[in-house]
């Protein structure tokens, strides 16, 4: 069973910039994409960004282009968002997702999820 923990949230002034992670047990996820979702009060849950574990294929939410960055370290089997010059409208959960299905942006195609942790950008 894949597990996923996130950590780094928290509060933040706009311009500000956090890092969160996410760290997944298993041998290996070279079959795996890994990916961040968010979600806001009275939203739906957003795509953010993701990556494919093998090659560093990388897709990001319109929203965040430019400002943030994921990556990962495969040893550490963790993933991370750099999160740069946040907003207000940067607030919400942020999940960590894995898949081994089709499809880069959809949450529904993601089959493990973590907890979630609070980002909140204050203006």
């Known amino acids: 069973q894949v597990q996923l923990v996130e950590s780094g949230g928290g509060l933040v002034q706009a311009g500000g910039s956090l890092r969160l992670s996410c760290a997944a047990s298993g041998r290996t996820f070279d079959s795996y994409k890994v990916g961040w979702f968010r979600q806001a009060p009275g939203k739906e849950r957003e795509f953010v960004a993701t990556?494919?574990?093998?090659?560093?294929?990388?897709y990001y939410g319109d929203s965040v282009k430019g400002r943030f960055t994921i990556s990962r370290d495969n040893p550490k089997n963790t993933v991370y968002l750099q999160m740069n010059n946040l907003e207000s409208e940067d607030t919400g959960v942020y999940y960590c997702?894995?898949?081994?299905?089709?499809?880069?942006?959809?949450?529904?195609?993601?089959?493990?999820w973590g907890q979630g942790t609070q980002v909140t950008v204050s203006s």
């Open positions: 990556i494919s574990w093998s090659v560093g294929t990388t």
């Open positions: 997702a894995a898949s081994r299905r089709t499809g880069w942006t959809g949450p529904t195609r993601y089959e493990y």
